[in-house]
């Protein structure tokens, strides 16, 4: 029995040097210490021993055990320090390491003029308003005096949601609701996206960005909006820039016109960027309808106003010189990086 139980202690030694982990060693440690254990069993068999050797095996084999648990104790003490030491190592942090640069993006031309736009108009009084891109049929389409029959409420161009829902085709929309709202005197500029069922291509896009413009108090008259419009052109394309008015058709004003300027990249003359016209159309205007008065709850009878709507991307188009609208939606940085 003397000799088993060294023999226990020289393979448990052995084993114990080869642990790697903590596990292994609580797994030698039942192997031989624990209940059902090697040195367990041998404790066992004391029943077959003379009266003067069950002390003396005892006492050795407590002794044993005493030592196996002290040593597998101090691995795995070692063990966890280890670990513990290479986890420290692994995870360090150089806090002094310069941090990674990253590039700084610049403005998108469609934002860069839109704010310009909307600086020109802050400085002559006027508040930005907004209004949904999902919005009612009855603000963007009944309310401005727009027909059932009207050909801009053919599905071809609109977007619709349901019935009554659908993605406003132009900010006019927004006037509505400014008026719902607040007393006059208004004087509002509304920039946001707009979305027609076009196809895509050099000058068409689903989607695209429109500023309106509503000023509605007593007494203003067509003069007020010529000359509005025109200090914001000159504002927009310097003191030199001409401007021209031509009668048009808008359902929801009356009467309505649209106003030209004249071609800043060859004076009048004709060119490309004009079309040979010497003119080039800016925007849409008009005194705001009656009716599109009464529907907001403001009665005709004492106030009148006026109301404009430009596209965005056209204007943009026109400043840098660029041919193609796809460019403003495809995010290729060649381009964004530009301006
Ligand atoms: N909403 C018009 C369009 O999308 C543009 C417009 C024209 C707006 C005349 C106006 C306006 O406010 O008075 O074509």
Known sequence: MKEQLAQIKKRAMD????CQTVKELEDLRVKVLGKKGELTGILKQMGKLSAEERPVIGQLANEVRQELEGKIEEFKAALKEKQLAEQLASERLDVTMPGRPFELGSMHPLSLVLEEIEEIFLGMGFNIAEGPEVEYDYYNFEALNLPKDHPARDTQDTFY??????????????????????????????PGRVYRSDAVDATHSPVFHQIEGLIVDKGVTMADLKGTLEIFAKRLYGEDAKTRFRPHHFPFTEPSAEMDTQCFACGGEGCRLCKGEGWIELLGCGMVHPKVLKNCGIDPEVYSGFAFGMGLERVVMRRFGIDDLRLFFENDLRFLKQF
């Not at 084993?15 to 080869?18: D, I, M, V």
């Open 15 to 18: 084993e114990l040097g080869a």
């Open 161 to 190: 949601i349901t019935d009554n829902i659908l993605l406003r085709t132009q900010t006019s929309p927004v006037q509505v609701r400014v008026m719902e709202k607040q007393k006059p005197p208004i004087r509002v500029i509304s």
